[in-house]
């Protein structure tokens, strides 16, 4: 089952190892015989989370295959902790997909936070962004395929060339385009990822992703879920100063 | 189903996700369309070992519980790429259960190298060490377990003393005593740390942890096992000027 | 320059990167052009702090030379997110240096916490304590020295014994020994590191060098010190549920 | 300093912690007294890089600013052991810089490798090819610019319009832009990427950075670098049926 992600991208769980059970397992290994008294999974990982016992968190693994726009395949790939594979278009010819926002989402650059969205652009604005983000992406292919000499099917189209390498051929596309790529993380690991990327600080574009996994954290791990929310996610931070 | 190991010690798998298919799918992602013409599982995975295309085999996990002796534990949580939950002994008592050479593993200094061993010893020397070593860590346990004020089972001993923090009487025992933790690890990294510590430099101790992980490996991931054992364990390298 | 810690135990400087303006122009980098606008070093620094953009942080570098009884050695490595090279007891002979805890700091069980400390030991209990922790070291090491055949200076004992190997007979030794190795970390998991082991649910023990850590931070980088006091070690966090 | 890159790309060393004698230093904590009879400083880091001894190299750091074509950015992100900023192109505009390759290195798809390249490109295929990326490229921008209703120099250009978002506008650039970081890492794994990017497998654009990281380690460490040619760069490996 994968999870409609964009105009193009998905999000599909491919395996998984242990659930809420798991962390409490391993929590119960460090506790020893003490934890008989422990009498609640739920409350266990709810104080876990709660003290920043992250480890019992790590024994948890899910692996993924995702669907992305380069654009933010950089910013995912940027989370070191954990183990990839991605489409190689230095060995295959990628595919003529390119990420073009719902007019909803295209929005004017925010005046108060030069990391961030403001106003949604309209009218005469709005469209002339669409068509051009749409011809330029087109072009971009177009180039692509002229410098391999083949088609999207992989037929060489003029016998005479020799076609330009595909390590040297994609630099043409723009970063609109879709890449894939297994991605396998451990529970804690993912919940960081999600914390910034599910974070109003992060890119629309990547929270849709974000989102889509918490999802999925809440039929795979309900309890730690739950904990997630309540001292992560929702959880608001006073300063020394503060307190 | 737990492996005995030493004396007292064990390594049991908790669980695993992927095997040698999981590896394959994950490099053909990479390799895209293009995949179509490598006909055979375990040659991709002999080409991946070869040529250190290490990331595929980062898409499998596997996850142990280990009973192991202290001095073993030091040097196998060197290991860094790995998630890892011990038994507390801030949280609880630990067992009166202590590592004893066999008489065949009780081996004089190396002459030749510094961090090894040489000779088995004999007669009345290995005897004195068997009981030398015998003798302290029962005395080491007793002082333990009265700083504790409790005996085995956690039975107060002497209601008229508090009982010292167990985190403070732990630091009686000594090296050779057993803990425990429950050990997880992708297959690439659990291949890195198998070829240093099955190799011969390894203490004897730590290898024999390391030999029944391979056997593990060689049931769970047959193919992978024996390009590991082909290309890993036991390859040699030649340098440049040896070229 | 070695700050004493415990009994035997130090820290010590060896080397340090960068400081707090480093990670200035480190975070320069990414607001590019677009850090006109930000006028001030500490200012940033504590923005960073306060919004988890921790990757700044992770361009200062130090390196400690670390002298730790071993049941602390064990705590500390397991932060994975650090450089080690420690003392090996395998290629040379431990001293015999062990700790003993000062008679403030001797406490009994916490009634209330089972990871921590109650009230410190007091009369005969806690003298008691203190000679079988002292006996009992002694009696260790003279047994390791016996199995090594060897004193203290590396002398052979008794010329018609061979000695036990060193990486045996260390197992003799009790876990209040001391070890020593060079510790190499970044700022940002220096800072995670000390947010854990400065917090009151540490071991006293360790809690003694976080410290000698923090007041070196004060001096090498007084900006991020601060923000880390603000928003982390003097913080607290509000759930969900809370707010 | 910086060495210059591709066609618009450079290396700077913009700090470095330790050197040879740091990795020495290193070794000799870990094996204590027993060093006294290592002599030479140069054969222990030999002995090192030999038998994988691989942390004390982890105690030396490096820190570079790197500007780069975007495509081989994802290539090098790859590596994880690593400390990353990079310029946001969500909170600044990018410069107009994109890469186009030297006529000799402007290759067919090889038929023999499917991830390399052949035979250079000649004639008139190689002049569409240049005229095609350099045409395109420079569209892309005039996009960019044009959704970003901002020149160059972040100059209005249409008072009645809004301009989209940056984060939104950079997706119209194509792969070949330039962007920029900081990154730093150790000498274990900066020796780890030199291997794998330095290598005729990798795609030559990283190459020519890898060549360069090559030549400061020389200058920076060159014993480690000479043990680096000998046992990893120039080395072979035969396998265990090589045998
Ligand atoms: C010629 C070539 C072709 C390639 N083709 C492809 C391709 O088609 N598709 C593709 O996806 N990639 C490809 N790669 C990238 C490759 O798979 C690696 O991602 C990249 O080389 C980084 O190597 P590394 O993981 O060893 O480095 P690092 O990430 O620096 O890691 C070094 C070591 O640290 C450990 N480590 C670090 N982080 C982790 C972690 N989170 N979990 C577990 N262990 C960790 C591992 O032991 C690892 O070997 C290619 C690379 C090369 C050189
Ligand atoms: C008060 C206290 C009590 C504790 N009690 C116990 C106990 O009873 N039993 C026990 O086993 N431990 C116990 N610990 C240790 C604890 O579980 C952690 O191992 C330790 O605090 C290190 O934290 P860390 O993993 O966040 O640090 P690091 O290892 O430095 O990691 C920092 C971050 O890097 C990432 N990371 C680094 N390496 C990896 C990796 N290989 N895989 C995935 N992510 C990685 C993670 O995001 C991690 O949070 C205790 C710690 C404290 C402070
Ligand atoms: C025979 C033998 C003798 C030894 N003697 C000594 C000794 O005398 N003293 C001593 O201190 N140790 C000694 N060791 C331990 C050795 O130095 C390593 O700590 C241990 O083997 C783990 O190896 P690793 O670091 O490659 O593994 P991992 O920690 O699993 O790392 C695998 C790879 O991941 C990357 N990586 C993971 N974490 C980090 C990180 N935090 N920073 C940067 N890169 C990272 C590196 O590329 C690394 O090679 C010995 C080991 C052996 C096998
Ligand atoms: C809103 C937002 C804005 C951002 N803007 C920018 C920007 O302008 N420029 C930019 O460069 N980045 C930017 N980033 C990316 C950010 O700097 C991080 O790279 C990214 O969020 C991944 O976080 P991480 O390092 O904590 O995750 P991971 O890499 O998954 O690491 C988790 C933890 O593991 C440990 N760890 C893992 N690998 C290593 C390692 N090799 N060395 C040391 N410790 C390690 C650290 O403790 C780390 O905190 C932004 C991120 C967000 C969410």
Redesign the interface.
Known sequence: EAFPALDHGFVRV?????DDA?VV???R??????TRKVSEDAGLIRYLM???HS??F??C?I?F?VKL???I??QW??H??A??????A????LDKEF?I?ASEN?????TLN??????V?EGA?AA??LD??R???E??YR?YA???NQDED?AQADPS????????A???????YYT???W?V?LHNLMHFLR?RADS?A?YEIRVYADIMIDIMNRWVPSTAEAF???R???????????
């Open positions: 491919i395996d998984y190892m242990g798991a397992q391993a929590a290994v460090s506790y020893g015989r003490g709660r003290h920043w480890t019992p790590e024994m693994e692996k295959h726009p380069i654009f395949a950089r790939i940027r070191r902790t183990n990839v594979n991605e489409y190689s230095r060995y295959s010819i990420y926002p295209l929005s004017a650059q925010s030069r990391q961030g969205r403001g106003e652009l604005e002339r962004v051009l983000l011809e330029d992406s072009r971009a180039g002229e410098m391999l992989g060339r020799s076609g330009l390498a595909r390590e040297l994609r630099m043409n596309l723009s970063l609109n894939q790529w297994y396998k451990d910034l600080h890119q929310r309540e001292y996610l929702g959880a608001a931070s006073l300063s020394a100063t503060g307190l």
